[in-house]
């Protein structure tokens, strides 16, 4: 029954953006070697930068794994968690490997939809030796985990932070203190947006989506002094706090983002600030190492690192956890070739690969890794953001992250089934707010009325 519930939920999601498959244009296939490759693994994953980067390695893993070919499906954020979610909760097995994130993890592990990977490196002792699990950060290897048991591994992991252009502070005669509020960050963009000149006071996720607008709103909201839902899985989303969180996010970007903002997500940001479009950006910390490779960005030698903002209401929250992670469906007849590639994709040996191929050790994937973060060439070539980084990831607690006590675990997300459809919808909300569709009033009402029903439907209010 569970599971007939979290396919509606993901029926609703697909609904929500039609014109998710359509995107689907963007698969393809990489198989290099010989044509009569034993096995072809299926491999779904996101567009982001470090995903492409992946995928362009595929001649190195061929190398290490001549018999095994892979075929890419390479989607945008939303309609990649939509595509994934129906295929494994379905156990259609159209996917042999599967990026997925902090939050699906412990969610179909318990349904039984994923592989446990404990058994795997059990049965191939050389690759656990050179892997070196310990050597994964333990908050995210937690994440990851299902009692007990691990279900994916950490392709990269983040936190939230602020970046900003320090040449654009300092010719206004602005400090950036490394612990920064939201008012202050509206203070700056107040004085930093020069629209007239291409340039905009602050870059915020607009694109609806529970992992995209509402990623970054939701740290907004614990900071604030909001939640979800009470203790008694009473809905919150008419409360004072959400309010105050909802009117001060609206009126930022209004007022100081770019024109479209409900078009932008990270990627569409990453891109902004990149070119010198953003005077502040706050968004996921792996676009650090992003800023900071001269290939892609031009803004390398003016970009500045600090923490993500907090709020009035509370500190607790004002950073999120999450970790784009690799995982073998249980569906799929290719566990072994599957487990070749998310260990290889996951290793310290990618990790050096990646930094030779960019030709800088602040291009690899963050977050992951003890060992990145003592290697005395990751040290120097990240050295602006490292620390900032590591530290935010380790102080982010999905089990504290509100100020009044909660019943779920999550920092940016609620960690229950529903949220997937839940996040997505009031993501829709208050972007309607955002383009002037409705009002603010109206969106959290709309919220709360979902949240409710979430509630009650869910079985979670007694």
Same mark, same amino acid.
């Given at each position: 029954?569970?599971?007939?519930?979290?396919?509606?939920?993901?029926?609703?999601?697909?609904?929500?953006?039609?014109?998710?498959?359509?995107?689907?244009?963007?698969?393809?296939?990489?198989?290099?070697?010989?044509?009569?490759?034993?096995?072809?693994?299926?491999?779904?994953?996101?567009?982001?930068?470090?995903?492409?980067?992946?995928?362009? =390695?595929?001649?190195?893993?061929?190398?290490?794994?001549?018999?095994?070919? &892979? /075929?890419? +499906? !390479? @989607? %945008?954020?939303?309609?990649?968690?939509?595509?994934?979610?129906?295929?494994?909760?379905?156990?259609?097995?159209?996917?042999?490997?599967?990026?997925?994130?902090?939050?699906?993890?412990?969610?179909?592990?318990?349904?039984?939809?994923?592989?446990?990977?404990?058994? =795997?490196?059990?049965?191939?002792?050389?690759?656990?030796?050179?892997?070196? &699990? /310990?050597? +994964? !950060? @333990? %908050?995210?290897?937690?994440?990851?985990?299902?009692?007990?048991?691990?279900?994916?591994?950490?392709?990269?992991?983040?936190?939230?932070?602020?970046?900003?252009?320090?040449?654009?502070?300092?010719?206004?005669?602005?400090?950036?203190?490394?612990?920064?509020?939201?008012?202050?960050?509206?203070?700056?963009?107040?004085?930093?947006?020069?629209?007239?000149?291409? +340039?905009?006071?602050?870059?915020?996720?607009?694109?609806?989506?529970?992992?995209?607008?509402?990623?970054?709103?939701?740290?907004?909201?614990?900071?604030?002094?909001?939640?979800?839902?009470?203790?008694?899985?009473?809905?919150?989303?008419?409360?004072?706090?959400?309010?105050?969180?909802?009117?001060?996010?609206?009126?930022?970007?209004?007022?100081?983002?770019?024109?479209?903002?409900?078009?932008?997500?990270?990627?569409?940001?990453?891109?902004?600030?990149?070119?010198?479009?953003?005077?502040?950006?706050?968004?996921?910390?792996?676009?650090?190492?992003?800023?900071?490779?001269?290939?892609?960005?031009?803004?390398?030698?003016?970009?500045?690192?600090?923490?993500?903002?907090?709020?009035?209401?509370?500190?607790?929250?004002?950073?999120?956890?999450?970790?784009?992670?690799?995982?073998?469906?249980?569906?799929?007849?290719?566990?072994?070739?599957?487990?070749?590639?998310?260990?290889?994709?996951?290793?310290?040996?990618?990790?050096?690969?990646?930094?030779?191929?960019?030709?800088?050790?602040?291009?690899?994937?963050?977050?992951?890794?003890?060992?990145?973060?003592?290697?005395?060439?990751?040290?120097?070539?990240?050295?602006?953001?490292?620390?900032?980084?590591?530290?935010?990831?380790?102080?982010?607690?999905?089990?504290?992250?509100?100020?009044?006590?909660?019943?779920?675990?999550?920092?940016?997300?609620?960690?229950?089934?529903?949220?997937?459809?839940?996040?997505?919808?009031?993501?829709?909300?208050?972007?309607?707010?955002?383009?002037?569709?409705?009002?603010?009033?109206?969106?959290?009402?709309?919220?709360?009325?979902?949240?409710?029903?979430?509630?009650?439907?869910?079985?979670?209010?007694?």
């Amino acid at each position: 029954m569970k599971h007939l519930k979290y396919l509606r939920f993901t029926a609703f999601s697909l609904k929500l953006r039609s014109s998710a498959l359509a995107a689907a244009s963007l698969c393809g296939t990489i198989a290099f070697g010989s044509a009569q490759a034993a096995t072809e693994l299926t491999i779904a994953t996101v567009n982001n930068p470090d995903m492409v980067t992946m995928q362009k =390695l595929t001649p190195e893993f061929q190398k290490a794994y001549p018999d095994i070919s &892979l /075929k890419w +499906v !390479v @989607l %945008p954020e939303n309609e990649l968690r939509q595509k994934v979610t129906l295929d494994i909760a379905s156990n259609a097995g159209e996917f042999d490997v599967a990026t997925v994130g902090t939050y699906e993890v412990p969610i179909w592990a318990k349904n039984g939809w994923l592989e446990p990977l404990d058994p =795997l490196f059990g049965k191939n002792a050389g690759i656990a030796k050179s892997y070196d &699990l /310990k050597d +994964v !950060v @333990l %908050p995210i290897r937690k994440g990851l985990s299902y009692n007990g048991q691990l279900f994916a591994l950490p392709f990269y992991a983040e936190s939230s932070m602020t970046y900003y252009r320090k040449d654009l502070f300092a010719a206004a005669g602005l400090k950036m203190p490394i612990k920064p509020t939201w008012a202050q960050v509206e203070s700056f963009a107040a004085k930093l947006n020069k629209p007239a000149d291409g +340039v905009y006071g602050v870059c915020l996720r607009g694109l609806p989506g529970w992992g995209e607008n509402m990623a970054v709103f939701g740290t907004i909201v614990n900071t604030f002094g909001g939640r979800w839902f009470d203790n008694s899985w009473k809905s919150q989303l008419n409360s004072p706090e959400w309010k105050s969180a909802m009117t001060f996010y609206v009126n930022l970007v209004k007022k100081y983002g770019p024109p479209g903002v409900t078009s932008n997500g990270f990627t569409e940001n990453l891109t902004l600030f990149s070119q010198g479009r953003c005077a502040m950006w706050v968004d996921a910390t792996v676009a650090a190492g992003l800023l900071s490779d001269p290939k892609s960005s031009t803004v390398v030698n003016t970009v500045g690192f600090v923490n993500a903002p907090t709020g009035p209401g509370t500190p607790r929250g004002s950073n999120w956890l999450w970790s784009w992670s690799l995982s073998i469906p249980k569906s799929t007849k290719k566990e072994d070739a599957a487990f070749k590639f998310v260990t290889w994709a996951t290793s310290k040996e990618y990790i050096a690969l990646v930094a030779k191929t960019k030709g800088t050790w602040a291009a690899v994937p963050p977050g992951t890794r003890e060992s990145t973060y003592k290697n005395a060439e990751y040290k120097k070539a990240a050295g602006a953001f490292a620390s900032v980084v590591l530290d935010s990831i380790k102080r982010a607690d999905p089990t504290k992250s509100t100020r009044d006590p909660v019943p779920y675990v999550g920092v940016q997300f609620v960690g229950i089934p529903e949220f997937q459809a839940l996040g997505t919808q009031v993501g829709q909300y208050l972007a309607g707010a955002v383009s002037g569709q409705t009002t603010i009033d109206e969106a959290l009402a709309q919220g709360q009325a979902a949240a409710e029903k979430v509630a009650k439907e869910g079985g979670y209010q007694k």
